[in-house]
């Protein structure tokens, strides 16, 4: 499994994901390159000190960004469907496959190589970024328009997946065809947010969709679903479906779950949250 260093997105750090997945992504959720920090981002940071969590790897940068359930950016699919009451909302999530961010495109990053998109390279250099085919309706080179981000072992016809294998059934589905829901990303995604929001939510929420998700506010379903994620109303048919990770019975206080997640804390900076606008004036 590839090294990923992960950090909550506390407001000094919001810059570095300007842009990403590409500046028309980013600007539906207002963190495109000269967009002010938006509304649901202000309110992240008031209220647990951070906008989500991220990190930094091999494979790019990944990250899931989540806001207050009654303060979500303008149009975004989750603002149509009822959500709990004190639950975080997932803003925007992207977990790239290993591999296939390194040829998406020219990036902002130090030495990044000419390619297909804009984009964000990594700070290693190598080229490596998310641009524009990371959304597949953006892609260029490849006909299942996912650019070239779809990187596919063309003597079987499968993703090279070597490294996020052993997530279940669900995941390696997600997996065959998805290059930027990483299983293995996700959940270190996800186990990091709890760890930061434990205690301070009921639940985290998410939108799932039933197909391939071109759209970063929401993803496919098995995706959510292998991180422990579960259908609120698993009868619903809607095109954007409501998903739930009930942190209220994640952990107690005795088990391995608590335990690491306190380790994790010890071992990553800490925030907490920031003073509102009138209190700062």
Known sequence: MP????????????????GLPDDPAAH??????????????????????????????P?????????????????????????????????AALAPQPGH??????????????????????????????????????????KNGHGRWH???????????????????AGA????????HSVAGGHQLTSFLVGRLHGSVTAIEAGGVET???DPRVAPTTWWESLGFRL???????????LQLDLRGTVVADDWGHRILGWVRRWSPEVSPEPNSAQRQ
């Open 3 to 18: 090294l990923r260093r992960l950090r909550p997105v506390t407001r000094d750090l919001v810059d570095r994901l300007r």
């Open 28 to 57: 539906m959720w207002g963190l495109g390159h000269g967009d002010p920090l938006p509304d649901w981002a202000e309110a992240a940071l008031e209220t647990w000190g951070m906008i989500g969590v991220s990190y930094h790897g």
């Open 59 to 91: 494979d790019g940068l990944g990250f899931l960004l989540v806001a207050p359930g009654d303060v979500l950016p303008p149009g975004h699919p989750m603002g149509r469907i009822p959500r709990a009451r004190g639950a975080a909302v997932v803003v």
């Open 101 to 142: 961010s390194r040829d998406a495109g020219s990036g902002h990053g130090r030495n990044g190589a000419a390619g297909h998109g804009t984009g964000c390279g990594n700070e290693s250099g190598g080229g490596s970024g998310h641009g524009t085919a990371a959304l597949g309706r953006h892609g260029r080179d490849g």
């Open 151 to 169: 990187n596919v072992d063309k003597s079987t016809n499968r993703h090279d997946d070597s490294s996020d294998s052993g997530w279940g059934a």
């Open 173 to 180: 589905a997600v997996e065959d065809r998805d290059p930027f």
């Open 212 to 214: 391939l998700s071109r």
């Open 232 to 242: 609120v109303d698993p009868l619903d048919a809607a095109p954007v479906r409501r």
